[in-house]
């Protein structure tokens, strides 16, 4: 029984890693969709960047509430997630 329960713990910790992983990646490429529809030059090409970040930020906003990974994500993390709002706010998104 021990055992079991021992292996179950190991795979949440994995999991939750992966999960951790995950949200940091979607994260940058939210951060760099953003950043490149701030300085496309062309409208659709903005509009589909914009859309492209807001689905990044979407689906950290999920992720984070339903699974409660806010305490595990490193401080930095909070203050890039802050940044990406704010940039899609200037890209006109409304919240």
Do not use: H
Request: no cysteine; proline share 2%; charged share 35%.
């Amino acid at each position: 029984m021990q055992a079991t329960f021992s292996r179950a713990t190991a795979a949440r910790a994995r999991a939750l890693e992966e999960l951790r992983l995950l949200l940091q990646n979607e994260l940058r490429v939210g951060l760099t969709m953003a950043e490149r529809a701030l300085r496309a030059q062309d409208e659709k090409r903005t509009e589909r960047l914009t859309a492209m970040a807001r689905q990044a930020y979407e689906s950290i906003l999920r992720l984070t509430l339903r699974l409660k990974l806010s305490e595990a994500q490193p401080p930095k993390f909070g203050k890039d997630l802050d940044a990406l709002k704010s940039s899609l706010l200037k890209l006109g998104e409304r919240f």
